[in-house]
């Protein structure tokens, strides 16, 4: 059974940190990319960044952009999201999910990806 599994998501102050986890277990954690996807009520839901657990492949909205920083532990099957320099328009819940990775170019859009996982919570106060 394909499961992943987010936590870490809490309520911060403006300039704070969180970091977010995403456990994967089910499949193959190094033939897929692993995204980091947020949803805003009333707002789409977007893409924040992804990484290629097999050779470390990563992708950054321009929003996040030096404020966030993707990694992989492959022994343990997990993705986690380092969020510093946080901003109340970052509370979102955000989800993780998994898509076949060709090694050529990380998923980008959310209809590639197959597997997600429940989301969590983040509240960033001002």
């Known amino acids: 059974e394909v499961q992943l599994v987010e936590s870490g998501g809490g309520l911060v102050q403006a300039g704070g940190s969180l970091r977010l986890s995403c456990a994967v277990s089910?499949?193959?954690?190094?033939?897929?990319?692993i995204g980091w996807f947020r949803q805003a009520p009333g707002k789409e839901r977007e893409d924040v960044s992804s990484?290629?657990?097999?050779?470390?492949?990563?992708y950054y909205t321009d929003s996040v952009q030096g404020r966030f920083t993707i990694s992989s532990d492959n022994a343990k099957n997990t993705v986690w999201l380092q969020m510093d320099s946080l901003k109340p328009e970052d509370t979102a819940v955000y989800y993780c999910?998994?898509?076949?990775?060709?090694?050529?170019?990380?998923?980008?859009?959310?209809?590639?990806?197959?597997?997600w996982g429940q989301g969590t919570q983040v509240t960033v106060s001002s």
């Open positions: 990484i290629s657990p097999r050779d470390g492949t990563a």
């Open positions: 999910a998994a898509a076949w990775y060709d090694g050529i170019l990380l998923p980008g859009t959310i209809y590639e990806y197959d597997y």
């Open positions: 089910g499949f193959a954690f190094t033939d897929y990319a």
